[in-house]
């Protein structure tokens, strides 16, 4: 109230201004538009407004190219001429006025300017040019309200090619301390990539900021582009999935601010488009989709308020429950929803639960037999929507045994329908059913003639093609083929006596082909009588001159009886002076050949011609032909495409003809290339204009080549399936065994009937058993027979098959899955164990296992010393020396076995892993330490050697670290030693801490001989954290949601490898092979590699090349592995 | 994604318009007249959501005046039903009990809000304090100007 009384308050100085100075400057803007707008609303008729209205169109153009005129005035000037336009009067003198006040006026005039612009232009206007300087400017302005202006104005206009200059500021507002500013900007960067998606290729990652702002509303921004990126390429952005589960969870969660709620329920739109996210990622990925059935679950639970934007809500997650990889429980709850939509008796929700029914029937075709009554009643519902709704859904669950019913049923709306875009569709659809489901030829054939008659000449052009196609080619069986042409004859010829001109052009020229082609079949019809008939077609005032050629072939090739080739005679006569030159070549053509009766018969012999001529594309027959006329210098053949080129190039005056307009229905000339008069009728425009002559002749069998990708000899390739599931409902269903049968029935009895009255439900209950009885028997069969796919029925059954209760399947599938999963982990990584020290150069750490293995064998883990000079055997022995002692044993047996016995050997149990080079860790006069460490799969084990030169010798060791947990393998930590021996200890590590050295400290105390008093010495050995890294073989997938997981994280910039060709690929494969990183997939510029610190601390880096550089990023859930291993990367990148 | 949003009146007439696709402008008179029919013709009783061509087509009636936004196939009808309600709501809560004056007369107001409210054919701001504050914010720099257009009340 108080707001009125305010409103009549601050009006009244004004209205008392007007009072005091009319007509002046000062008079109100409003009060112009209002006295304009009460103007119009006097007038009585069409007439005076538009004289008002151009008045007032020209005292505007009059005011806004005086000069006098301020920006104020100008600002209600252009409100004045939007409103003109809004009634439908141009007013273009004014665009350029609305793009300087947008350029000039203050903050309001500004916002008035940019409105007018938006609505004046559209985005291919010369003018917006002249715009793109202000939004630059305003971009970059102080003032907040100019640059959501802006933002606004390039979200709503704004030239294509000037994207790029104002992109960099656009980018910049993404960090602006304004969540509105922020919005704004995410919704330009939205509209950019939706009409320029290459050109925001770049800042990807900035939209994941934006995914992660602080503001609910910059993020729920950022979702219109992740749903479109999504969409595109569901694959990339499987690692997100956990974080839109979480963000749903916590909006469903009522987490966010109340100013989200919309009708106190959080934040529809963010839940409903994070719900279709969802339901793209989870799509045939179930790994994915488990991550979100608790939260889907959640939702389904959460939503049960009686409101509009619940429901909507709800049926979104119905549709993502539907879609993902299916959970039984959650399907339960699901399918009662749907239930409940379908069953509620307001209009829009019973629509969507038909909407719903639809997308899932396929899936789960129980739903539609339980709501079959609701169905029925919708059928006949009063709204033509909800009507046409049933219909899809019925279109859906058509089978062999309800074809009949539904197909009627579709008739019966297209006789009523008047919206043509509906007719289109429907006409289609009928089309496909009778195709493939008819149940016999003479239903075929008059469900086809009302697809041709209702659908007219709207419907698609493959109608009728598909049609011809299909009486042409036949099926298997002759006789069936016999009889189905037959048919179509007779019933055409009945159609013919009747009324033909109410018959539509297409079917006319279905029905002048079939009759041309098929009419000698009927043995008792005389072709004169045909032909009279089709002469009548010639004369009806309706015929287009197309259908007139079609009707002229068929005479052609019907005239070969007495009677009839005077009559063709008497028609060629007529025609062959008409004004069309294609009919005047089809009158020239029937003229020629029902004179020469044997010229006739050799081109179109009686009887129809089974095998349809093979077309040659290439034209190879004209070889000769054309390497002669070259010889005798003609100029080679050029593509018509690079003459055109070549004309462009050149710019001389364009002589080429207009483009040849052929018929609409190019490919119906397909059947065979003589039968069509379409495809004759370019060859008549030929000889019509010889000045082109190679030209058209091209264009002709460009044309042809095209046509033979659809129909060639091997059949129309679209219709092929068709026709043969018609071949296969021909044989009415005995197939099915009566036991299937009995389960149909009982099946079919189960299924609950919600019906009342019985006297009126009797219509009812039959139609219902008749429309779903097919289905039920099906799902049955579905339940039986889950492996063998029913494809011809249903086509898109993949899904169904999966959701109809095949649980055990489904459960079995994932062990298997991840069984073969180990298996290749294990394989993997004994692959990589074993080819790696192969693949690395000379100068690395690692030797290959398998040189010491013969060894190890032989002497098994200790070995007797026969001689002794301890330096020398410690010598750490190079991988040649390796090599030699594998190959000549036998020869320098004598010399090499005083060091081989002295020589430490690894374990046999170790022998088959990598193992570091043996370095000496200390020594005295009798004892030589030497160490390595082995690394096992799962383990990294140091081996430290004792080398005693004299005497027995008892001995202690003890090895300690802070960061690594030391286990000892032997039990007892004395040992006594005997002389003239190698004693191995051996020690498994695990990392406690990461760090980029870990450093081992021990002391050896030992007494020699046994008994006497102690020495100690202390040792130290150092390995680097790479010894514990091992490859991590994880799906991209897996990496991504990995990814997610993970909090510790550094980054970091690398010298890349170089290489000319593929930089990434070869530094990622240094990496795999010095550090044995798994490297799992390179996209493009980036690359995603693996790896864990031993068993279970995974560690992932994400590498991209930028500027020359390679940026790393590192992340695991280990604090500081992430850190230590990047400098391991850097220092294996830095060596050569 | 939007399309288009129409509002007009039971005659037909045109009140606002707003293409979030470039579309030109003898399409835009085609489709203006292809709704005006189709959705005029609509018996009170049915159901809000129309197929046209590709597009949805949800309306709703509001006293004298039809909302008409087109969305995309795959887009959530209720929902959109809803966009339509929400942008009634902060029309009226910016004009206080909003009648069809209010948007003849005032309807660069009308575009200013929808502005706010949707932006580049996808919602940009459901909040209704959220849209009002930042209209407030722009209309504040009117000074003066700001009776002027209330003068609607007097003539309405």
Known sequence: ?1136 | MMRFLLLFSRQGKLRLQKWFTPITEREKKKIIRDMTTLVLARQPRSCNFLQWKDLKIIYKRYASLYFCLAVENQENELLALEVIHRYVELLDKYFGNVCELDIIFNFEKAYFILDEFLMGGEIQETSKQMVNRSIEASDMLQEDDSSEWYEVELFG
């Open chain 1, 1 to 1136: 109230m108080s707001d009125v009384v305010e409103k009549t308050l601050t009006a009244l100085p004004s209205l008392l201004s007007l009072d005091s100075q009319p007509g002046s400057a000062k008079l109100s803007s409003t009060a112009k538009l209002g006295n304009l707008i009460r103007g119009i609303t006097e007038l009585t008729s069409k007439h005076e407004e538009e004289k008002l209205i151009q008045h007032e169109l020209a005292s505007i153009k009059e005011q806004v190219s005086s000069p006098n005129t301020t920006m104020r005035q100008m600002r209600e000037l252009m409100v004045r001429a939007v409103y003109c336009e809004m009634l439908g009067y141009e007013a273009s003198f004014s665009y350029i006025h609305a793009i300087k006040l947008a350029q000039q006026g203050n903050v309001l005039e500004k916002r008035v300017g940019y409105l007018a612009v938006s609505l004046f232009l559209n985005e291919s206007h010369e003018l917006l040019l002249l715009l793109v300087n202000t939004v630059l400017k305003d971009l970059q302005s102080t003032n907040l309200i100019e640059v959501c202006m802006a933002l606004t104005v390039v979200c709503q206009i704004f030239p294509k090619d000037m994207i790029p200059v104002i992109l960099p500021i656009v980018e910049e507002k993404l960090n602006h301390p304004k969540e509105i500013i922020r919005r704004k900007a995410v919704l330009a960067l939205h509209k950019f990539y939706l009409i320029a998606p290459n050109q925001v290729q770049h800042i990807h990652n900035k939209f994941r900021k934006a995914l992660c702002d602080k503001d609910p509303g910059v993020m729920t921004a950022s979702l219109h582009i992740y749903l479109q990126l999504i969409q595109e390429n569901a694959e990339a952005y499987k690692d997100l999935t956990a974080s839109f589960v979480t963000i749903l969870k916590q909006v469903v969660g009522g987490k966010l601010p109340m100013d989200f709620n919309y009708h106190s329920v959080p934040a529809p739109w963010l839940q409903i488009q994070l719900l279709r996210i969802l339901s793209l990622l989870g799509k045939n990925d179930q790994r994915t989709s488990e991550v979100m059935y608790e939260v889907l679950d959640e939702s389904l639970r959460r939503a049960e308020m009686n409101h509009n934007i619940t429901y909507a809500i709800l049926y979104e997650c119905v549709k993502c429950v539907y879609t993902i990889h299916p959970k039984s429980e959650l399907l339960e709850k699901a399918a009662k929803c749907i239930g409940n939509f379908v069953l509620s008796p307001k209009i829009n929700l019973k629509y969507l639960g038909l909407k719903a029914l639809t997308y899932v029937v396929q899936q789960d075709p129980k739903l539609a037999l339980q709501h079959q009554m609701t169905i029925i009643e919708c059928l006949d519902h009063s709204d033509v929507i909800i009507k046409r709704e049933t219909l899809e859904l019925l279109f859906r669950i058509t089978n062999a045994q309800n074809v009949t019913v539904i197909v009627e049923k579709m008739l019966d709306f297209l006789r009523l329908s008047k919206d043509d875009h509906m007719t289109i569709d429907i006409v289609g659809k009928v089309a496909e059913l009778a195709e493939k489901y008819a149940p016999d030829n003479e239903w075929f054939i008059q469900t086809m003639n009302a697809v041709f008659s209702l659908g007219g000449d709207m419907m698609q052009p493959e109608i009728p093609n598909g049609f011809l196609k299909l009486l042409s080619e036949g099926f298997d069986s002759e006789e069936e083929d016999r009889k189905l042409r037959l048919f179509a004859v007779s019933s055409y010829i009945s159609l013919l006596q009747g009324e033909p001109s109410k018959l539509p052009q297409r079917f006319l020229q279905v029905i002048c082909w079939v009759l041309g082609e098929y009419s000698f079949l009927k043995e008792d019809l005389e072709p004169s009588v045909v032909l009279g008939l089709l002469t009548k077609l010639l004369d009806m005032k309706s015929s287009s001159s197309e259908t007139k050629s079609w009707v002229l072939v068929a005479m052609t090739k019907l005239c070969w009886s007495e009677a009839a080739v005077s009559e063709a005679q008497q028609v060629a006569e007529t025609y062959s002076s008409s004004f069309d030159t294609t009919l005047r070549q089809r009158a020239q053509e029937l003229q020629h050949l029902s004179r020469d009766s044997q010229l006739h018969s050799r081109v179109l012999p009686p009887g129809g011609r089974l095998e349809p001529d093979e077309v040659d594309s290439s034209l190879s027959f004209l070889d000769g032909f054309v390497s002669e006329a070259l010889s005798a210098g003609a100029a080679p053949y050029k593509p018509l495409h690079q003459r055109q080129e070549e004309l462009s190039r050149s710019k001389v005056l364009s002589l080429e003809p207009y483009g040849l307009s052929l018929p609409i229905s190019t490919s119906s000339c397909s059947i065979t290339d003589r039968q069509s008069p379409t495809l004759l009728s370019t060859s008549s425009g030929l000889s019509g204009d010889g000045t082109d002559f190679s030209h058209r002749g091209s264009s002709t069998t460009l044309r042809l080549d095209g046509v033979k990708r659809v129909w060639g000899r091997e059949g129309y390739l679209a219709q092929k399936k068709p026709v043969e599931e018609v071949a296969q409902v021909e044989v009415p269903s005995p197939l099915r065994s009566p036991s299937q049968q009995g389960d149909a029935n009982s099946c079919r009895s189960k299924t609950p009937t919600p019906t009342a009255n019985p006297e009126c439900d009797q219509e009812k209950q039959q139609l219902a058993s008749s429309l779903f009885g097919g289905l039920s028997s099906q799902s049955s069969v579905c339940l039986m027979e889950k492996s063998e796919p029913d494809i011809q029925r249903f086509r898109r059954k993949a899904k169904g098959q999966r959701s109809s209760s095949t649980t055990n399947e489904q459960r079995a599938n994932p062990t298997v899955s991840s069984a073969s999963a180990v298996d290749n982990l294990l394989c993997n990584n004994l692959l990589e164990a074993d080819t790696e020290p192969i693949n690395s150069s000379a100068k690395q750490t690692f030797q290959h296992p398998h040189s010491l293995s013969v060894a190890n064998g032989a002497c098994d883990a200790e070995a007797i010393l026969t001689d002794g000079d301890p330096k020398e055997r410690n010598q750490p022995l190079s991988s040649e020396d390796f090599v030699e002692a594998d190959d000549s044993p036998p020869r320098e047996d004598q010399e090499r076995s005083k060091d081989s016995c002295l020589t430490p050997h690894l374990p046999a149990e170790l022998s088959g892993f990598s193992h570091s080079e043996i370095i000496p860790l200390c020594s005295s006069q009798s004892l030589d330490l030497s160490a390595c460490h082995v690394q096992t799969d799962n383990s990294v084990v140091l081996v430290v050697f004792i080398t005693n030169t004299s005497e027995d010798a008892n001995l202690q060791i003890q090895v300690l670290s802070e960061e690594l947990e030391v286990f000892c393998v032997c039990e007892s930590p004395v040992e006594e030693v005997r002389g003239r021996s190698v004693s191995v200890r051996q020690y498994s590590l695990t990392v406690k801490m990461p760090l980029v050295h870990f450093e081992l400290v021990g002391m050896l105390s030992y007494s020699i001989p046994a008994g006497m008093p102690q020495a100690m010495m202390q040792f130290s050995y150092k390995l680097p954290l790479t010894s514990f890294i091992r490859p991590l073989t994880v799906s991209t997938e897996e990496y991504g949601s990995m990814w997610l997981a993970f909090s510790h994280d550094t980054k970091q910039n690398l010298t890349l490898i170089k290489e000319e060709r593929e930089p990434l690929t070869a530094t990622l494969n240094a990496l795999n092979k010095k550090l044995s990183l798994h490297v799992v997939e390179i996209i493009g510029v980036e690359g995603l590699v693996a790896c864990s610190l031993l068993q279970d601390q995974p560690c992932l880096m994400h590498c991209r090349v930028h500027a020359g550089r390679l940026a790393v990023w590192l992340r695991s859930p280990v604090p500081d592995l992430p850190d230590c291993l990047l400098y391991h990367c850097q220092r294996a990148l830095q060596e050569p």
